[in-house]
């Protein structure tokens, strides 16, 4: 036992003198394969802290001894509980104290970061003199608390600021960004950046050294904290999240610009105090009880697939948007990818539009020509003889993707999976011919790829559940989030979504602008307006999947949607319900201005997101998703539904199922029966408290 820690008995942190004086302090939670900092892993620290402070060594590394990281943050099921008990407050109050204890050791203390170090692991890491990141790539360094309705509340908003400006420090917590080392270091987080072999020892020998840090930065971290500076800046700050977000949607980047613009030139427990009141306020908010219970619910998502999909070369058919851009994805998170179609103009452009992809997201030059050359063109389709999965992409006609699946199927490996992206044919549809259905499934991406996280896995009768754990496993490999749904049409993303956008599709028709329908509906709080979203993904598109689901959901299309001009598809042609303008980052759509005067119809916002949970509560009754927070989560990340909400059913359980089932039914009165409430509303599922 070393000296100074007699009589402790560790659990979770593991002490251990160094030839040179430095005392190391690995967190090695037991029981868990990630380090997370629960109250017991607090209490323990704060124990040790206080018999190191009474036999001070030279000095103190803290790191960890999992090889998987860092600090993941605070135990997350842990704060849930505590906020379910009201104990919020108490919580955090320990995790400040015990930092604090750290700051004020009597020896230098140095963090030792490598891999993850996210929210608590940072605010440990911030309570010490000095900070050393490992240049592994996996290094990432951040205070994500805002994605979770909160923010920094065990010291990191209390003392980033001054460590490295104010604009550099909230720039950090109100986004979310996490900075790999070497930023860290560029904006004075770390002090020192290095081979992960001599982490350890370099921290030590910073420890018994020091480090002074450039004036400039000591400059700033007083200057742009200074009553004068906080009074310019904050309203600036404001100004920018709201482009983003509203208030009233996401209260915690306001109340981090609010806390640090009030306090943020106190002493050091004046702005511990004022961190803590913010953040236990926060915490009981619904926006930040859904955003945690959405993390949760991502994390569900990634649990359903392992790592074992047993898939290498991917062969995907159909090079038009979809395909093209399923297969630059892939390829790019490290699969062998060719690509087939009919002609070679369809692969040489997907090929392009594939190296613009490269050229954003692999930013070290010299590694771009091996991810791109993981991507070949393959007009014959010799790689269908070589794939571990086939990916359909072609247009959605039943039977020519029949007539694919039978040139396809006798030509793979025995044991090679064939999927469909079909975007709402029902599986029954296609699967008629094929000799192999237990190795036939649907994944269903959305648009545009690159960017949406979620996947559907399409189940039919005949579907093995082994071929439903490779996809999923497929997925989490690709860092896509895979919902499994049922076969029937629309699955669930484009079912549920498909009434909003036809409600808008009619409010449109009748005369009301489409500035103000998507005004409507990003007010609710959806990332874009339903006119905006038709022209987005295409007037043909939404013809389409409409043609398909209107029987099946006994709608009738508008016509905008039941007749598509040529030349006049929406964002791709330039012109569609609105004109777009190319700009820098792409186009965007020019929406005419609103008469003066023009008032919208007080029932607006009703009448586009009513259809949507109506027929969210028709795909739980119907059984599309195996329950009401994969549905949640399948809506969340296939539309962006309102996250702070926290899903429609859940939106529902918060609102009152009896309220809106009401407000449908005088829709229905004054609209029509497509407003009718579909089954599934007197389910005692919807009458639960919200989670």
């Known amino acids: 036992m070393l000296p100074g820690l007699d009589g402790l008995r560790f659990s979770h942190w593991q002490a251990a003198r160094r030839d040179d004086g430095v005392v190391v302090l690995a967190l090695d939670r037991s029981d868990a394969a990630v380090n997370a900092l629960s109250q017991d892993v607090l209490i323990e620290l704060g124990d040790i802290v206080e018999r190191l402070a009474i036999d001070p060594p030279r000095g103190v590394v803290f790191s960890s001894a999992k090889a998987s990281g860092f600090i993941a943050g605070a135990d997350l099921k842990e704060f849930q509980e505590f906020d379910r008990r009201g104990t919020v407050n108490d919580a955090i109050r320990r995790g400040?104290?015990?930092?604090?204890?750290?700051?004020?050791?009597?020896?230098?203390?140095?963090?030792?970061?490598?891999?993850?170090?996210?929210?608590?692991?940072?605010?440990?890491?911030?309570?010490?003199?000095?900070?050393?990141?490992?240049?592994?790539?996996?290094?990432?360094?951040?205070?994500?608390?805002?994605?979770?309705?909160?923010?920094?509340?065990?010291?990191?908003?209390?003392?980033?600021?001054?460590?490295?400006?104010?604009?550099?420090?909230?720039?950090?917590?109100?986004?979310?960004?996490?900075?790999?080392?070497?930023?860290?270091?560029?904006?004075?987080?770390?002090?020192?950046?290095?081979?992960?072999a001599v982490l350890e020892d370099t921290a030590a020998a910073l420890a018994l050294k020091g480090l002074e840090r450039p004036f400039g930065q000591r400059f700033k971290g007083w200057a742009t904290n200074t009553w004068l500076a906080r009074k310019i800046l904050a309203p600036q700050m404001a100004k920018q999240v709201a482009r983003k977000a509203k208030k009233e949607h996401y209260p915690a980047p306001y109340a981090l610009i609010n806390t640090w613009a009030r306090s943020g030139g106190a002493g050091i427990q004046a702005r511990l105090d004022a961190e803590r009141r913010a953040v236990v306020k926060l915490a009981a908010s619904p926006t930040a009880r859904n955003l945690i219970r959405i993390f949760f619910l991502s994390e569900r998502l990634k649990g359903l697939g392992g790592k074992d999909h047993g898939i290498a070369h991917v062969h995907v058919v159909g090079?038009?948007?979809?395909?093209?851009?399923?297969?630059?994805?892939?390829?790019?998170?490290?699969?062998?990818?060719?690509?087939?179609?009919?002609?070679?103009?369809?692969?040489?452009?997907?090929?392009?539009?594939?190296?613009?992809?490269?050229?954003?997201?692999?930013?070290?030059?010299?590694?771009?020509?091996?991810?791109?050359?993981?991507?070949?063109?393959?007009?014959?389709?010799?790689?269908?003889?070589?794939?571990?999965?086939?990916?359909?992409?072609?247009?959605?006609?039943?039977?020519?993707?029949?007539?694919?699946?039978?040139?396809?199927?006798?030509?793979?490996?025995?044991?090679?999976?064939?999927?469909?992206?079909?975007?709402?044919?029902?599986?029954?549809?296609?699967?008629?011919?094929?000799?192999?259905?237990?190795?036939?499934?649907?994944?269903?991406?959305?648009?545009?790829?690159?960017?949406?996280?979620?996947?559907?896995?399409?189940?039919?009768?005949?579907?093995?559940?082994?071929?439903?754990?490779?996809?999923?496993?497929?997925?989490?490999?690709?860092?896509?989030?895979?919902?499994?749904?049922?076969?029937?049409?629309?699955?669930?993303?484009?079912?549920?979504?498909?009434?909003?956008?036809?409600?808008?599709?009619?409010?449109?028709?009748?005369?009301?602008?489409?500035?103000?329908?998507?005004?409507?509906?990003?007010?609710?709080?959806?990332?874009?307006?339903?006119?905006?979203?038709?022209?987005?993904?295409?007037l043909d598109v939404a013809q389409g999947v409409g043609a398909e689901l209107s029987p099946f959901l006994g709608l009738q299309l508008p016509a905008a949607l039941s007749t598509v001009e040529p030349g006049r598809r929406g964002k791709k042609d330039g012109q569609g319900l609105y004109t777009w303008q190319k700009t820098e980052k792409g186009s965007k759509p020019v929406k005419p201005e609103v008469p003066q005067g023009y008032k919208a119809p007080e029932d607006l916002e009703d009448r586009l997101i009513l259809p949507l949970l109506n027929e969210a509560v028709a795909c739980l009754h119907d059984g599309v998703v195996d329950d009401a927070d994969l549905l949640d989560a399948g809506v969340i990340f296939g539309t962006g539904f309102a996250p702070f909400r926290g899903g429609p059913i859940q939106h529902i359980r918060a609102t009152g199922a009896d309220v809106l089932l009401e407000k449908l039914k005088t829709l229905q009165a004054r609209h029509g029966e497509r407003f009718a409430p579909r089954q599934g509303w007197d389910s005692a599922l919807l009458r639960q408290p919200p989670v």
């Open 319 to 538: 090079a038009g948007v979809m395909g093209g851009d399923i297969a630059a994805w892939a390829a790019y998170k490290g699969f062998t990818v060719t690509l087939q179609d009919r002609e070679q103009r369809f692969i040489d452009g997907a090929l392009a539009r594939a190296q613009e992809l490269f050229a954003k997201r692999v930013k070290d030059d010299a590694k771009r020509p091996a991810v791109a050359a993981r991507l070949q063109g393959d007009l014959a389709g010799d790689g269908v003889a070589k794939a571990d999965l086939v990916i359909e992409a072609i247009i959605e006609n039943p039977e020519a993707k029949r007539e694919l699946y039978q040139s396809l199927e006798p030509r793979m490996k025995p044991d090679a999976l064939l999927v469909t992206n079909t975007s709402s044919i029902p599986l029954d549809e296609l699967r008629g011919h094929i000799a192999r259905p237990a190795q036939f499934a649907g994944l269903h991406y959305f648009n545009p790829v690159a960017q949406m996280p979620l996947v559907e896995i399409v189940r039919h009768a005949a579907l093995d559940p082994a071929t439903e754990q490779r996809l999923a496993a497929f997925c989490k490999a690709l860092d896509k989030f895979p919902v499994p749904v049922a076969g029937t049409p629309g699955f669930l993303v484009n079912r549920v979504l498909f009434p909003y956008m036809l409600e808008a599709a009619h409010a449109y028709a009748e005369g009301i602008p489409g500035a103000v329908i998507d005004k409507a509906a990003v007010k609710f709080g959806m990332p874009m307006g339903p006119i905006e979203l038709i022209d987005t993904v295409g």
């Open 96 to 196: 400040q104290a015990v930092f604090q204890k750290v700051a004020e050791l009597p020896c230098p203390t140095v963090a030792a970061i490598h891999g993850f170090c996210m929210g608590g692991g940072t605010e440990l890491a911030l309570a010490c003199d000095y900070r050393v990141a490992s240049s592994d790539p996996s290094t990432r360094i951040g205070l994500p608390e805002t994605q979770l309705g909160i923010f920094p509340g065990w010291g990191g908003s209390a003392r980033l600021p001054r460590l490295v400006g104010a604009p550099a420090a909230m720039d950090m917590m109100l986004t979310g960004r996490r900075l790999a080392a070497k930023a860290a270091r560029n904006i004075g987080l770390v002090d020192k950046v290095v081979e992960p």
